[in-house]
């Protein structure tokens, strides 16, 4: 194993606390000199804030440990490409490098439908290596979404069911 693969074990590790709450299974982790000095996972709905994306839970927690919002050095593994607000958050917090599970078509700011964190004209570039336990990753995301339909349908089924007896 890889010393990325084990780092995005471990960002897969924090989705699986995402997964337990019916958040979105998204995780990360924050390296420094070969050590996890942050983690994070998705908790929206938990905490129902907009802002409480794995990532910026992460960054939050990293800011702490090191003592400044400057993320000079440091390495980033999250599960699912970053949406416009985290990969945002990663450019201003100048993370050097984001390793990336699985991409995101829909919402992805790492090279889906924007690249925040390789563009030209911002004062930071993150250097992205995208793809790190991809299938891992997104089975996560996948089977989540699976079960969140199926759920879905059998309460719509059991509404249906009560309707029918009135």
Same mark, same amino acid.
């Given at each position: 194993?890889?010393?990325?693969? &084990? ?19 998204? *995780? ?11 983690? *994070? ?36 593994? !999250? ?8 990969a945002g958050a990663i450019v201003q917090a100048r993370i050097d490098k984001v390793v990336i599970g699985s991409m995101n078509p829909k919402a992805g700011c790492?090279?889906? !439908?924007?690249? @925040? ?10 250097? !992205?290596?995208? *793809? ?8 996560? @995301? ?10 879905? &349908? ?13």
């Amino acid at each position: 194993m890889t010393e990325q693969e &084990k780092f995005m074990k471990e960002a897969i590790r924090q989705a699986k606390k995402a997964y337990a709450l019916w958040e979105v299974p998204i *995780g990360c982790v924050i390296v420094s000199e070969g050590r996890i000095i942050a983690r *994070g996972y998705n908790r929206r709905n938990t905490d129902k804030n907009t802002l409480s994306h794995a990532e910026l839970n992460a960054i939050r927690k990293a800011s702490r440990k090191l003592g400044d919002w400057r993320l000079e050095g440091c390495t980033m593994y !999250v599960t699912l490409e970053p949406c416009q607000m985290c990969a945002g958050a990663i450019v201003q917090a100048r993370i050097d490098k984001v390793v990336i599970g699985s991409m995101n078509p829909k919402a992805g700011c790492a090279g889906s !439908v924007l690249n @925040l964190l390789e563009m030209d004209g911002f004062n930071h570039k993150a250097e !992205v290596e995208r *793809g790190v336990l991809e299938e891992e990753c997104s089975g996560m @995301l996948s089977g989540f979404f699976k079960e969140l339909r199926e759920a879905k &349908k059998r309460k719509e089924q059991v509404t249906d069911d009560k309707k029918g007896m009135e």
